[in-house]
C-alpha cells in the first residue's frame, strides 16, 4: 500500500526556514503520475491543506503561505518536498504529505515548531 513518509521539521525562530522532505512508496503506477499535497495541523484545530503539485509540476498555495512556501516534487526519487520560508508563530503544526488536499493516504507527519 501507499507509504508516505515526512522528515525535516524542528524548531525555528520566526522568520526562518525549514524544508520539510516526504518519501513516497508503495503507489500502484509511477510516483510521477500522481498529484501530491502537504496538509496541516495545528495544535486544537482540523487538517488544513497547504499546498498541491500537479503531475506536471504546477504548484498551488493556500493564501496563508503563498508567497513564503514552495512545494516541489523530484519524481525520480520518488519524493515530494516543502520548502518553508519567513515562518511564523501560525505556521506552528504538524506537517502531513498527502495524496490530495483531503490528507489521503497522509503519513505519520513531522513537527514544524516556530518559536522564538
Known amino acids: 500500500q501507499v507509504r508516505l513518509v515526512e522528515s525535516g521539521g524542528g524548531l525555528v525562530q520566526p522568520g526562518g526556514s525549514l524544508r520539510l522532505s516526504c518519501a513516497a512508496s508503495?503507489?500502484?503506477?509511477?510516483?510521477?503520475?500522481?498529484?501530491m499535497s502537504w496538509v496541516r495541523q495545528a495544535p486544537g484545530k482540523g487538517l488544513e491543506w497547504v499546498s498541491s503539485i500537479s503531475i506536471g509540476g504546477s504548484t498551488s498555495y493556500a493564501d496563508s503561505v503563498k508567497g513564503r512556501f514552495t512545494m516541489s516534487r523530484d519524481n525520480a526519487k520518488e519524493r515530494v518536498y516543502l520548502q518553508m520560508d519567513s515562518l511564523k508563530p501560525d505556521d506552528t503544526a504538524v506537517y502531513y504529505c498527502a495524496r490530495d488536499r483531503t490528507g489521503s493516504s497522509r503519513g505519520q507527519g513531522t513537527q514544524v515548531t516556530v518559536s522564538s
Open positions: 508503495g503507489f500502484t503506477f509511477t510516483f510521477s503520475n500522481y498529484p
